[in-house]
């Protein structure tokens, strides 16, 4: 074995390196369990803040009182979380596709087609020549009937509101950018938003829904896109949430508020699995950004 490669440890002999560095393990059977089902470098994660500090940053050994039983509870809460972000970003998304699709159709049905009828970011670089390429291979690759119906009624062309319903959140998002300004500011204005704050919230929730999609960790995470706020004053209720936009409960609070200027009923899931963070001493719901008045601050969380 290579000198530079960690040895392997079995599953009880990580439960023993655990118990070594503080951590109480209770029923080591459970522990050796929990460990089988989740990997132990994606456990770390939940552990993480429970690591002594030093001035060269966190140590191995764990702070007094921490558990195994805490570690798992957190990892749990995030699979509920991770599941129910999922849930409340898949009716915005739809709603965005539907009215992003609906107002360049105004311009042309194929303008997605036509760099020349889209704004002038269309036309620089290869961003969107590379954009097309994917969606042509996403086209080419789907299955859907409405696909197949334009393949034999319109020789594949389909008309950008039918398109949209095709693109990943991703590919929208670059969408949004190549529209013409017009398109963008009618788009943002319906969620209560200018087009370079909408431009950055896209960027940010597809972020958060790859995150979701790859059973990334939302506990305890700083996003590494902060959104562009509204100025004060215009929207109380945004106003009223006082957090870190780069955490985890800020980017939530997006989701929250675009359901409600879209229109669509906000996420009752999201604030129930709030409420079951585990009772933890040493780790707080700060760690997901939360204050302490999270649920009576503002009517978006209500």
């Not at 429970?50 to 921490?66: A, I």
């Not at 789907?142 to 389909?158: I, N, P, T």
């Not at 319906?190 to 950055?200: D, E, I, M, V």
């Not at 700083?222 to 706020?229: E, N």
Request: aromatic fraction near 10%; charge should be positive; proline fraction near 5%.
């Amino acid at each position: 074995m290579s000198a530079d490669v960690k040895a392997y440890n079995t599953y009880a002999e990580q439960v023993t390196l655990l118990e070594s560095r503080g951590m109480a393990i209770g029923d080591r059977d459970v522990a050796i369990a929990t460990l089988r089902r989740v990997n132990y470098y994606r456990l770390s994660g939940y552990w993480y803040p429970f690591r002594k500090l030093s001035q060269n940053g966190r140590q191995d050994d764990f702070f007094p009182g921490t558990r195994f039983d805490d570690v798992a509870a957190l990892y749990d809460f995030d699979a509920r979380l991770r599941a129910a972000t999922f849930a409340a970003l898949t009716p915005v998304e739809l709603a965005l596709r539907a009215l992003l699709g609906h107002e360049l159709g105004r311009i042309d049905p194929c303008v997605h087609l036509e760099p020349t009828k889209l704004g002038p970011t269309a036309r620089q670089g290869d961003r969107y020549s590379r954009w097309v390429e994917r969606y042509r291979k996403e086209l080419a690759q789907s299955r859907e009937d409405f696909v197949e119906h334009h393949k034999h009624k319109y020789a594949g062309r389909l008309p950008v509101w039918v398109a949209t319903d095709l693109l990943d959140w991703g590919s929208l998002t670059y969408l949004f950018g190549f529209a013409l300004r017009s398109v963008q500011d009618t788009v943002a204005d319906a969620c209560g938003l200018t087009a370079p704050q909408l431009t950055s919230w896209f960027k940010a929730l597809n972020l958060v829904r790859n995150t979701c999609a790859h059973h990334g960790r939302l506990f305890n995470r700083v996003h590494t896109i902060s959104p562009k706020l509204p100025r004060s004053g215009q929207h109380p209720d945004l106003d009223a949430v006082s957090t870190d936009w780069s955490r985890t409960f800020g980017q939530l609070t997006l989701v929250q508020f675009l359901a409600d200027r879209l229109q669509l009923e906000r996420s009752r899931l999201l604030p129930a699995v709030l409420k079951t963070f585990p009772s933890i001493e040493i780790v707080p719901l700060a760690h997901v950004g939360a204050p302490n008045n999270w649920q009576s601050a503002s009517r978006l969380w209500a």
